[in-house]
C-alpha cells in the first residue's frame, strides 16, 4: 500500500513538473484548468517556430533568392509531328542583387533562346543572357524587376568536412525543394560534360539531382556557400547517388563579377603549352638526369607573354609552382586558375641536371585564347 502511494505521489508530482514546465514556455495557456493533452491538441500547427529548427530557418531565409529557370532551346519546325526540334530545360538560380542579377550554370541555360524565371512567391519574368564562361559553367542572367529578395554570400574558404549542407534548387522541375546533407570533402577536382575538369569542388552528400543545377548550397545560417554543379553518376539516367559537386562561392562570386561588369571572366595567364612526362619524352628525361616522372614540360611558349619575360624556355620541366608540387599538366592549369592577373609566382624547374627559381608575373589570358 506505501509503494502505491508513493507511485501515485511521483506520478502527480511528475505530471505536475511537466505542466508547469510546459506552461513556463508557453505551451500551455495560462489560467483555467485545462489539462495537459488538451493544451498540446490544440496548440495551432501554423505557429512561429523561428529558431525551434536551424534548417528550417536557413531554408526560409535563402528561400525567396532562389529561382527556377526554365529554357525552351530550338526551334519549331514544320511539320508538327517533327517539333523535337525544340527541347526544354529547367534548372535553379540564385539571385545576387536586387535588381535581377541571378547566377546560375552555363549548362542550364547555354544554348537557349527562350528563358523564364520562376520566383519562390509565384512571379514570373522573362531573362535574357548576361554573359557565361563554359570553362568554370557558370553563367549570368537578368530580369527586369526592382527590389528583389538577395541571397547572403558566404565564405566558402571557412567550409571543413562534416559542416552542415542545404541544398535547395528545382530538382526534376518539382519547385524549390529543400535536401540536408553535410560538406562531405572540399578541394575536390571534377570531370564534368565534355571532358571539361572544375577544380577545387564543394562535394556534399545533399540530395543534387538534375534541375538542381545552378541552385544553391547554404549552409546553417541561411548563406550561399557553393553553386549546385554537377553529381557523381553510375551511368546514363542515373540520379543521385550521395556524391554532388558544387562550385565554391568565393570563385563562383569573383566570376559572376567579371561577367556582369566586362562581359567575360578575366582569367590569369602565364603563356605556355606543357606536356607530361610519359611514353619517349618521360624515358628522353631519365635519360638526361631528371629523377622521377613527376613533372610537366614546357612544350611551348607565347611570344611576348610572361613566360617569355620571365625566363623560362622550352623543354624546362616545371616541378613546383610556388609551394606547390607539380604532377603533371593538368596540375599546371589547376594551380592557375586559382592565381590572379598581376600576381608573382615563383616556378621551379629542373633544367639540364640543374633545378632553377624562375618569377614570372601573370598577365591577362587574351579573350582569343
Known sequence: MKKLISYVAIFVFGFGACAFILNNYGFLPTGGSKTVMEALNKRPITS???GMNAVADAAAKIGPAIVNIHTVTGQQVFPD????????????????????????????????????????????FKARVVARNDTSDLAVVKVN????????????????????????????????????????????????????????????????????????LANINGQVIGINTAIY??????????IGFAIPINAAKQIAKDLIEKGSVVRAYLGVIVANLQG?????????????????????????????????IQGDVIVKIDNESVGGAEDVTKIFQKRKVGQLVRLTVWRDGQTKLVVAKLGEMPVDM
Open 280 to 312: 619517349d619524352m618521360g624515358d628522353y628525361y631519365k635519360q638526361n638526369g631528371f629523377k622521377g616522372n613527376k613533372g610537366a614540360v614546357v612544350y611551348q611558349i607565347q611570344p611576348d607573354s610572361p613566360a617569355a619575360k620571365s625566363g623560362l
Open 145 to 216: 524587376a526592382k527590389d528583389l529578395p538577395v541571397a547572403e554570400l558566404g565564405d566558402s574558404s571557412a567550409l571543413r568536412p562534416g559542416d552542415w549542407a542545404i541544398a535547395i534548387g528545382n530538382p526534376f522541375d518539382k519547385g524549390n525543394s529543400v535536401s540536408l546533407g553535410i560538406v562531405s570533402a572540399i578541394h575536390r577536382d571534377e570531370m564534368v560534360q565534355e571532358g571539361r575538369m572544375l577544380p577545387d569542388m564543394i562535394q556534399t552528400d545533399a540530395a543534387i539531382n538534375p534541375g538542381n543545377s545552378g541552385g544553391a
Open 81 to 124: 509531328f517533327m517539333a523535337t526540334a525544340i527541347r526544354k530545360g529547367a534548372g535553379s538560380g540564385v539571385i545576387i542583387s536586387k535588381d535581377g542579377y541571378i547566377l546560375t550554370n552555363n549548362h542550364v541555360v547555354a544554348g537557349a533562346n527562350d528563358i523564364t524565371v520562376a520566383l519562390a512567391d509565384g512571379r514570373n
Open 48 to 50: 512561429n517556430m523561428k
Open 233 to 242: 553518376s553510375t551511368g546514363p539516367g542515373a540520379g543521385n547517388i550521395g
